[in-house]
């Protein structure tokens, strides 16, 4: 891969395939929700593009809350985590602890693993405030069928997708962010060095 789009789209896959209905999903329609989810996180960043993520926060009184507790819950580690209230103020609660942990492992500064999860928490930020959350503007996928009755449900990963997107595009990375927790999980030996050239691969078997 030497586009950054396409290392963008592989990332995204790799998103997309940790979904619980990805198994679902026809496998002509898998880049489709990719490219759709991706253009939606790019289209919500034009619209916040003036200003830089502590601004949105303070414009939309969206509270900071960092938290002295290390993030690991039931053997999961959150780095950030958004409290949303329509009626009272949203909070997002920053894990300083993991904040660091992925900015020293993944090589990346401090301050710039912070804006991540900022930007990422305020996007799911725009979806609640705005009823459009990005899995249920997509199409679901039917997860039941019985002769004339379907069970449909939404690829709740999509969102996530959508919100790398509108990362990407608020800090101008050079790609979707979610690269620094697959450079995370390989520096510790949780994934192999070769992680991203076998996903690849993959995204080219499976969508290409």
Not at 98 to 111: H, M, Q, T, V, Y
Request: with cysteine.
């Amino acid at each position: 891969m030497t586009r950054i789009e396409d290392l963008d789209q592989v990332l995204a896959f790799g998103e997309i395939s940790e979904d619980l209905l990805f198994h679902k999903i026809e496998k002509y329609k898998v880049k489709d929700y990719i490219l759709k989810s991706l253009e939606i996180g790019y289209e919500v960043a034009d619209l916040y593009s003036v200003h830089d993520i502590f601004e949105l926060y303070k414009i939309n009184e969206i509270d900071i809350e960092y938290s002295q507790n290390n993030g690991n819950f039931y053997n999961v580690n959150f780095r950030a985590q958004f409290e949303w209230d329509k009626h009272n103020k949203s909070k997002v609660i920053i894990y300083k602890d993991s904040i660091k942990e992925l900015a020293n492992i993944s090589g990346i500064s401090e301050e710039l693993s912070l804006k991540i999860h900022l930007c990422h928490e305020f996007f799911h930020y725009h979806e609640l405030s705005n009823n459009t959350v990005v899995s249920e503007v997509l199409d679901p996928v039917v997860t039941v069928k019985f002769m004339n009755f379907k069970r449909k449900a939404n690829i709740s990963r999509c969102s996530e997708i959508a919100a790398h997107g509108f990362t990407k595009k608020i800090l101008k990375l050079d790609c979707l962010p979610n690269f620094y927790d697959y450079k995370y999980l390989m520096n510790i030996g949780k994934i192999k060095d070769t992680y991203l050239d076998e996903l690849a691969d993959m995204y080219k078997n499976y969508c290409m």
